[in-house]
């Protein structure tokens, strides 16, 4: 599995950027898709995750209310809608997606196995 994600840049305070992360590779029927953020000297942070059978998305409460994820099963990717960015939004953010069941929502990066390659979110103020 290869996940690609795109549409980082550079973004004003209270503006809005849209990431997608596209899949390849093996058959695509992952049970989540998740995305996660790592800000410079800090440790990756959970943004939020949707499951891919029925799009049910849970969020950090950190961006909730603020971020909202999406899935388009047919080509295979997942977007992350960023409104009401702020500044320590900045961050490479990562999507990642594991192929396993959890019976608490996953959350945390050692629970998925394949990882994009990242892409920058930087909020001025």
């Known amino acids: 599995v290869q996940l690609q994600a795109s549409g980082g840049g550079l973004v004003q305070a209270g503006g809005s950027l849209r990431l997608s992360c596209a899949a390849s590779?093996?058959?695509?029927?992952?049970?989540?898709m998740g995305w996660f953020r790592q800000a410079p000297g800090k440790e990756r942070e959970f943004v939020g995750r949707?499951?891919?059978?029925?799009?049910?998305?849970y969020y950090a409460d950190s961006v909730k209310g603020r971020f909202t994820i999406s899935r388009d099963n047919t080509n295979n990717t997942v977007y992350l809608q960023m409104t009401s960015l702020k500044p320590e939004d900045t961050a490479v953010y990562y999507c990642?997606?594991?192929?396993?069941?959890?019976?608490?929502?996953?959350?945390?990066?050692?629970?998925?196995?394949?990882w994009g390659q990242g892409t920058q979110v930087t909020v001025s103020s």
């Open positions: 990642a997606t594991t192929f396993r069941f959890f019976k608490t929502s996953p959350s945390y990066p050692w629970q998925y196995d394949y």
């Open positions: 590779g093996r058959t695509f029927s992952p049970y989540y």
């Open positions: 949707i499951t891919w059978s029925a799009g049910t998305p």
